[in-house]
């Protein structure tokens, strides 16, 4: 990251106790002992202070909302911020299905509150972390992903959240000269994962004797990448990348969701019949693939862990710490075999017979 030259800065982390957030404050404090870092949390029902427990005495921790104006103004005024990094979002495409307005206060009017809060501050950089999801899905023949130029289409109420939010962090560059960078990160896999996501709730599921619910459009695919290397890949981009610029970090790794599922009972020694097939989620998509060839020409960055061995790793992450998963499965808020029963499924249902 810095070389020694350099003095210590000051780091701000916000969803800094989810899941990519707190590992990524980890991996801050192990490679720049001497930077300051705060870390800001809503602890909504996906937060979890554990998640950065070791760090006590270490790090500055702030309960804050990025969409409350005068708290963020108190935490990042008066002071100089090097570097805002925001990982702040509501995430999970299953509940945006049901719950959309929380999506666009926190990902769009938040970020909005945040942006301005850093604009009027004066931040040294605000880095944005966004998805995949945002360009919409790609056929599974196709022969190229997507490129930091592919459109926008967004096909979920999580992608449609997360987009506008990328259009906000680019039009406070162009209207106000805010430095800024973007990413646009492919499927993590990691410790410290809310277990409503699907790696986690195919782990925590198979231990329980539960069914590994897979979608029913089983031969669609992911991208994956260990959090490990996107947390070395936002390094690189706020040390080294450019102004205004967008990067996307992916691995080129595809797996469908019933590889994953096999990799799972495979670690795990369970039977395949613990795989069950359910509706697909409405908006569901097929395909996401990057083109990461930019973030790897400009900035020298490449992914050090290779797919099955990051998932077996995962997979047993979790087999280890039950203690840490089992008190969260009561606050997971949706059920992925439910969607036979939620008005977007069974309109689209009708539109169906309709058609001739």
């Not at 427990?53 to 103004?73: N, P, S, V």
Request: proline letters at 6%; hydrophobic letters at 40%; charged letters at 25%.
């Amino acid at each position: 990251m810095t070389d020694g030259g350099e003095m210590p800065r000051t780091i701000v982390v916000t969803g800094a106790a989810g899941f990519i957030g707190g590992n990524l404050v980890r991996h801050w404090r192990a490679a720049e002992p001497a930077d300051t870092i705060i870390a800001i949390d809503a602890l909504t029902y996906a937060g979890d202070l554990r998640n950065l427990a070791g760090l006590e005495g270490e790090i500055e921790f702030a309960h804050a909302d990025i969409g409350d104006e005068e708290r963020m103004l108190a935490l990042l005024g008066g002071r100089e911020i090097d570097v805002v990094v925001n990982l702040a979002a509501e995430s999970h495409n299953s509940l945006a299905v049901v719950e959309p307005e929380r999506f666009f206060r926190t990902n769009v009017l938040g970020t909005q509150v945040l942006l301005d809060v850093c604009r009027r501050v004066g931040v040294g950089r605000f880095h944005h972390v966004s998805t995949c999801e945002v360009y919409g899905d790609l056929p599974l023949d196709a022969a190229e992903g997507f490129s930091e130029t592919s459109p926008y289409r967004p096909n979920t109420p999580y992608s449609a959240s997360k987009a506008g939010a990328d259009h906000l962090v680019r039009a406070y560059h162009s209207t106000y000269g805010m430095p800024v960078t973007i990413s646009n990160c492919a499927n993590n896999h990691g410790p410290y994962q809310f277990p409503e996501k699907v790696l986690p709730l195919f782990v925590t599921n198979a231990l329980a004797g539960r069914p590994l619910p897979m979608y029913a459009s089983t031969r669609s695919r992911r991208e994956w990448i260990s959090v490990a290397d996107h947390c070395a890949a936002i390094a690189a981009i706020v040390e080294r990348g450019t102004d205004g610029a967008t990067y996307h970090v992916g691995t080129g790794e595809e797996a469908s969701i019933e590889e994953l599922a096999d990799l799972v009972l495979d670690e795990l020694a369970l039977p395949a019949s613990l795989k069950t097939v359910v509706p697909d989620r409405p908006g569901h998509d097929r395909r996401y693939l990057l083109d990461a060839r930019r973030i790897r020409q400009e900035l020298g960055w490449h992914p050090a862990v290779p797919f099955e061995t990051g998932i077996r790793e995962t997979i047993r992450w979790y087999r280890d710490h039950r203690s840490w998963w089992e008190p969260l499965l009561s606050r997971r808020l949706v059920t992925e075999d439910a969607w036979p029963d939620h008005p977007a499924a069974r309109q689209r249902e009708e539109a169906g017979r309709r058609k001739p």
